[in-house]
């Protein structure tokens, strides 16, 4: 978390716009994954002790609002990746006085929008369960658990806005260290409050956002340890700057709105799932859980390629910034690959860490099947991942947002609607998905290559 320099304890901030591409991206990037592993494992941890101690009808209750909380993190998470773009681009420029101005606004405009949403969400939870069709038989354990994880959401929103500030420093390796901590405090907390207490699934909830609480409080503590190293006005003082704000808003609204598109189209798509019975929610919830590496994967080399991309650019570094991108291309279609390949041959293997042996039977033969049907395609998810971090961190947020809408989310739907009903199958549920991934992933790809040759002009 902390390096020395005469004799001083400093923070590990990294300046991409120097040094070997590969290297510099590789290293950025891996305490990114890292620890999106990490905090990922707070829900597979939740759906294994879930799973063991409560059964299919826990799991299924977890799983069956799976996308539910995507919708503020992902639309703050936006949000804070267009104040990372701006943060990076002042850092990348050695602009001192604008860059603070920008850190201070972000976090007083994470703090009002992360209270924002838990008292929204929590208001709201069981209209939005009522929609997502969630069955009746598990209604009540899943509204206990959608109430308790809305309230502490607040500080969920906090840390991730918090660690996107440290990334655009070019600092990935201390939330990386955060996330260690705070998800070994996870899973013990899992173990007490529903193996112990028997709580069940909202004791779950409890144990997430308990970790995310001590997660934000680290995070905000080695902000202010920067703010000191800057000699400048603390980065926890509250502040509003119209101007910054102004930019982070018309950079982040469209990727907050590309972020929730996701979690649109897929609770439509989940409606449809909830309807093929429990069964058929835990098989899909274990798959959801499996693949998770291949997002965090393709999803942290976006995140990636935007700041590295902003810094370059601030730096008026162009052709590095081109170099990095295709660079990140590799880094990211690779590991998905070889992931890819082992969840096609592994999933029957490792769904049973999620199932109890008496609902084996049912469940992991449908794991098995859905997942060999995926794993193919998952690299195409990859390229959409990687070059729409470029495509962002080079300013250009609504680009993105306009193929994603039309080429993801708007084609999940329009088949949800028209082509499902002819078929009424889960098979056809998962060629939906691999659809979007083909397309997507191809559109990106050249969307990328004609915007680097016009900005070039």
Not at 71 to 78: A, K, R, T, V
Not at 98 to 103: D, H, M, P, Q, T
Not at 176 to 186: A, K, M, R, T
Not at 275 to 288: F, L, Y
Request: some cysteine; proline content about 3%; charged content about 10%.
């Amino acid at each position: 978390m902390f390096g020395k320099r005469n004799g001083k304890k400093t923070t590990t901030k990294k300046d991409l716009t120097e040094g070997k591409v590969w290297f510099v991206l590789t290293m950025f990037v891996l305490p990114i994954i890292a620890g999106s592993i990490i905090q990922q494992m707070y829900t597979t941890v939740d759906s294994i002790i879930v799973g063991r101690f409560v059964g299919k009808t826990g799991l299924a209750a977890i799983n069956s609002v799976a996308t539910l909380f995507k919708f503020p993190l992902n639309f703050m998470g936006g949000l804070s990746g267009g104040t990372t773009v701006i943060i990076s681009r002042y850092y990348g420029s050695k602009n001192k006085d604008e860059l603070g101005k920008s850190v201070r606004t972000a976090l007083t405009m994470s703090i009002v929008m992360g209270i924002v949403f838990s008292v929204i969400g929590v208001s709201l939870a069981p209209w939005m369960l009522t929609l997502m069709k969630v069955p009746g038989d598990i209604f009540a354990l899943t509204l206990s658990y959608v109430r308790v994880y809305f309230a502490g959401i607040f500080a969920t929103v906090m840390y991730n806005n918090a660690a996107g500030i440290l990334r655009a420093y070019g600092d990935s390796a201390t939330p990386l260290y955060i996330l260690i901590v705070c998800g070994l405090f996870n899973v013990a907390a899992d173990y007490l409050f529903v193996g112990v207490f028997g709580w069940s699934v909202a004791g779950a909830a409890y144990a997430t956002i308990m970790a995310q609480v001590i997660s934000a409080i680290i995070a905000l503590y080695v902000i202010e340890r920067i703010s000191k190293e800057e000699k400048q006005k603390i980065f926890l003082y509250p502040e509003f700057s119209f101007a910054h704000a102004g930019s982070m808003v018309t950079l982040g609204i469209p990727l907050g709105i590309k972020s929730i598109l996701f979690p649109i189209a897929n609770s439509i798509v989940a409606s449809a799932v909830n309807g093929r019975g429990t069964d058929v929610i835990a098989a899909w919830g274990v798959c959801g859980t499996l693949d998770l590496l291949i997002w965090l994967i393709a999803d942290s080399m976006g995140s990636a390629q935007s700041t590295f991309v902003a810094q370059n650019l601030g730096a008026n570094q162009h052709k590095r910034a081109y170099k990095g991108t295709f660079i990140g291309v590799a880094l990211t279609v690779v590991p998905v690959a070889l992931v890819s390949i082992g969840l096609f041959f592994a999933a029957g293997s490792f769904g049973h860490l999620f199932v109890p042996d008496s609902d084996a039977p049912a469940v992991i033969p449908l794991v098995i099947e859905y997942m060999r049907l995926m794993a193919p395609f998952y690299v195409f998810y990859g390229l959409y991942a990687a070059f729409s971090g470029a495509i962002c961190g080079a300013g250009q947020t609504l680009i993105p947002t306009a193929l994603t809408l039309t080429f993801t989310c708007l084609l999940r739907v329009l088949a949800i609607f028209f082509v499902l009903p002819h078929f009424e199958s889960m098979e056809c549920i998962i060629w939906i998905y691999i659809t979007s991934w083909i397309v997507t992933g191809v559109v990106f790809t050249a969307m990328f290559q004609f915007l680097y040759h016009k900005w070039n002009k």
